[in-house]
């Protein structure tokens, strides 16, 4: 009989370092996507001075209509890449549960042991509406990266064909 209160104390407790890790990895997670995207939206703006400079050092006398082409796609596309990579990046609501206020309510209520459930309950309810944040935060970033691959392939060519063809 002992060894079951035991675990009925212990259960509470469980569930709430899960649900309490999970929330964790939640917020790593986006704060992992926020410094990538970082990261992405600075290389993206530096890929494009490093392609400028290295058609000024080849100086061709008029690039070829094609490059001129691509490198006006590779503006474009620069463009659309930083719509995604900022809309990704913003800020967005995030779900903290439970509410400070009702925190403080329910702790000279309750017992440590349904604190502890409730809290847990709290942190799975942000959890969920966090998540579907992060879907969408994600996809953007995605399509951002995507965007920078295209964006350098289209640069890397047009400035092949403005040194080799003029």
């Given at each position: 009989m002992n060894n079951a209160s035991s675990d009925s104390q212990s259960s509470p407790q469980v569930f709430y370092e899960v649900a309490m890790s999970r929330l964790d990895a939640q917020m790593n997670r986006m704060e992992a996507i926020d410094r990538k995207l970082a990261s992405l939206i600075g290389f993206a703006s530096v890929i494009i001075a490093v392609f400028a400079a290295a058609l000024q050092l080849g100086k061709p006398a008029q690039p070829p209509l094609s490059a001129i082409v691509l490198l006006g796609l590779g503006g474009v596309i620069y463009i659309a890449l930083m719509v995604?990579?900022?809309?990704?990046?913003?800020?967005?609501?995030w779900s903290f549960r439970p509410n400070l206020d009702d925190l403080s309510g329910h702790c000279v209520k309750y017992d440590d042991l349904t604190m502890r459930k409730w809290v847990a309950q709290e942190c799975i309810l942000s959890y969920r509406k966090n998540e579907e944040t992060l879907i969408s935060k994600t996809?953007?970033?995605?399509?951002a990266v995507r965007l920078l691959f295209a964006e350098t392939t289209l640069l890397i060519i047009a400035v092949i064909l403005a040194l080799v063809i003029s």
């Open positions: 995604f990579a900022l809309r990704a990046y913003r800020f967005r609501k996809s953007d970033g995605r399509n």
